[in-house]
């Protein structure tokens, strides 16, 4: 009977047997065939991500943090300078530009996204006509490459562009919002949060929805009105989503480099010259490839501070 | 004062008639169940009451006052969810105390309101603890508390026991019905359980697709079904439904069929006037039958089920299966003939078209 039931569908006996065997395997205690099978089965179906992750992404983190201590231009062989690169970076006031604009986009784009993304989801989350179309519509700026992005928003922001025909009508002039100090970074984290948005807004739609409506009727009843059941209910029961979206968003506002390569080049003056462009900046166009390496240390130790306290943050906002 | 009063009561979700026209009287401190299977419209009727669905059509009062328009939260009425649905980031305390702080009730007056309720039900303890924390017994305790410190002037339950396990559930059945009699508030209560329904109302309503079926204390209920559909629904092993027609012989009425013929006393044929040689549908209960020799309705067990105080025989009549209860001092065994005799005064009778009572 069991066998009969296990062709065709998963049976609770089987996932117990299942699992029984997995325990045993993970305690070490499998000796039979079967067990070392499963063993290797699943070593193998873990190995392509494992290759990747290595070559990929701790191979080069290791390089780049034996890098941080030579002096390297790519053409002659690598020396070391001890923490002679550090020290560099401390005492370059473009670095510390760098960071501050860094600092700055992070926070600019990410804060708006929570609130912007909450908003949109709770309105997406309530019942209305074509709902569907529409959710897919706010959906559309992810789906977008990058630089497809990058370029059209350059366009738009262009003296004769979108953005300043729409100002005009409203009797305002046009702004070079690229070319000045004061619009460049404003203009760049107005597309970061145009982009952000739909993204955490679906995660946060996706938190919401999760939450049971016996929830909200019980605070109905109990007397508790839009508000009070906002700040009640929704808001506890969907603070893990919110320290979710966060840490994603910091830390995908922190990493962003193409808008800046190709709408400002880090300019004007390094107002829109964020970490990530530093770097490059040095790596590939000064070619101190040791100083860039240091600064991507830097900011790998930042973020992952960062990440560090609102793990912390996430795990006491947990519902019990 | 707990009076509810629902007049042509009706729901529809577009072309689904949830509730049609129901009409009802709940008296001040009754205990009124809504029983019927799922999709019957019980639960949408209770949520109407509640405020937490839209009326269609129709009017509900309590104590004269038209609720119709008037907020869940105003109505005066506490709800007890299936799932219980306590708030998961709040402790007990406050999960009990949380419908009067909305309702701006001073913290000393919660606090004594809280911990009051708190013993009645014996939670005194849980108060710091967190529903995660909670078995499903000590939360359906809670989501009691929750109702109890409100003082509403009705509760209502959405099949609040169904989360529970067996033995719990008859327990919880025993305390909740104390406990309406220690508070004396107008209850109304959804279920599919027969058994609840029969053990807790003091009236029980029938429904079945979005109609009453039929409204009473719960043995008049059981004795005297108003249709095939309560019969069948009411009842565990439920009733025997046999084809029979009707046949008058000597001045006396039988009910006739294969295995079968049940002479009806002439004070309860009076239904099956004019039906004579008509279809009808013959219905009586397993313990309403006693083995004999003289037995009216004659079959070979197929099966026996003794379930410790009683044996249940299922047995093939003229090929239709009846389920008939012994006593378990009874032997018997598989594919035996037996004979039953029917207790006249317990023999139904139904229309096969309609499956309105007759008998």
Known sequence: ?320 | MGEVLLEDLTKDFGEVVAVKEVNLMIHDGEFVVLLGPSGCGKTTTLRMIAGLEEITSGRILLDERVLNDVHPRDRDIAMVFQNYALYPHMSVYKNMAFGLKMRKVAKDEIDRKVKSAAGILGIETLLGRYPGKLSGGQRQRVALGRAIVRDPRVFLFDEPLSNLDAKLRVQTRVELLKLHQHLAATSIYVTHDQVEAMTMGDRIVVMHEGVIQQVGPPMEVYQNPANQFVAGFIGSPSMNFLPATVRFEAGRTFLEGAGFRIPLPAERASGLQGREGGEVVFGIRPEDMRLGSEGEIEGAVEIIEPVGSDIFLDLNVGGASLTARVESSVRMSQGEHVRLHADPARVHAFDPETGETLV
């Open chain 1, 1 to 320: 009977m069991d066998r009969e039931i296990g062709v065709g569908r998963t049976s609770p006996s089987m996932v117990r047997r299942s699992a029984s065997l997995l325990w045993r395997w993970g305690a070490g205690g499998g000796k039979s065939s079967l067990h070392s099978h499963l063993r290797w089965a699943g070593f193998f179906f873990v190995l392509p991500a494992l290759i990747h992750l290595v070559i990929f992404k701790f191979y080069p983190m290791l390089q780049a943090f034996r890098l941080s201590f030579f002096r390297y231009d790519l053409m002659s062989p690598p020396v070391f300078t001890g923490l002679e690169n550090y020290k560099l970076l401390w005492e370059n006031p473009l670095f510390h530009q760098s960071f501050w604009v860094s600092v700055k986009y992070m926070f600019g784009v990410s804060i708006p996204e929570w609130f912007f993304a909450l908003g949109l989801a709770l309105l997406l989350n309530r019942r209305m006509p074509g709902r569907a179309v529409i959710r897919l519509a706010y959906f559309f700026p992810i789906a977008m490459s990058q630089i497809v992005v990058a370029m059209v928003w350059k366009f738009m922001y262009h003296p004769f562009g979108l953005v300043n025909t729409i100002l005009e009508t409203f009797g305002i002039g046009r702004i070079n919002w690229l070319s000045m100090e004061e619009s460049a970074l404003p203009a760049l984290i107005a597309i970061g949060i145009w982009r952000g948005i739909p993204l955490f807004g679906v995660i946060y739609l996706a938190g919401l929805q999760a939450i049971p409506k016996e929830y909200h009727e019980a605070a109905v009843i109990d007397g508790a009105g839009v508000f009070q059941r906002f700040f009640y209910v929704t808001i506890p029961l969907l603070l893990p989503t919110i320290m979710f979206v966060m840490v994603l968003s910091l830390l995908s506002a922190v990493k962003v480099f193409l808008n800046p390569l190709v709408m400002t080049e880090g300019g004007p003056n390094g107002t829109t010259r964020v970490l990530p462009y530093f770097i490059y900046e040095t790596g590939f166009a000064f070619f101190r490839m040791g100083e860039a390496a240091a600064a991507s240390m830097v900011l790998f130790v930042f973020l992952f501070g960062l990440t560090l306290i609102q793990l912390r943050l996430l795990r006491r906002g947990g519902v019990e």
